[in-house]
């Protein structure tokens, strides 16, 4: 069932983004573009509007949809479950100890000169 929806889904992402590339520009942006009525501010709905809002409203339900069934699928199992605990054994006397952290650090300037000694 989820994977029909997902694949409804993405058709309907598709033919959203290409409904919204198939139509005019009117320039302006935010919906101030000239081309409809002045008076009363609405322009005349297009048959492209149209399949935009109802593509629109699809994907919108769809994704609704796939959230609601993942959320169902994450309720009843855990990500815990599939972690293995292991029983952490003592360390053999014969096995090498880990390293200091005074092991990983850089050589302190002693150990070595900052500058090699000038030949004068």
């Known amino acids: 069932m989820e994977n029909v929806i997902l ?3 993405l058709i309907l992402a598709l ?3 290409g409904i919204v590339l198939l139509q005019r520009s009117e320039g302006g942006g935010l919906g101030m573009g000239g081309g409809g009525d002045v008076m ?3 322009a005349a709905a297009t048959a492209l509007g149209k399949m935009t809002w109802i593509f ?3 994907f919108i339900a769809t994704s609704i949809t796939l959230t609601v069934l993942a ?5 009843s199992s855990s990500v815990m ?3 293995a605990v292991e029983e952490v054994l003592p360390a053999d006397e014969g096995s090498p100890a880990l390293p200091t952290g005074s092991d990983l650090l850089p050589p302190s300037t002693t150990d070595a000169p900052v ?3 000038r030949a004068d």
């Open 40 to 42: 009363t501010g609405r």
């Open 15 to 17: 033919c959203l983004i």
């Open 115 to 117: 500058a090699p000694p």
């Open 7 to 9: 694949v409804v889904h």
């Open 71 to 75: 959320r169902k699928e994450a309720a």
């Open 56 to 58: 629109a409203i699809g």
């Open 81 to 83: 479950d599939g972690v």
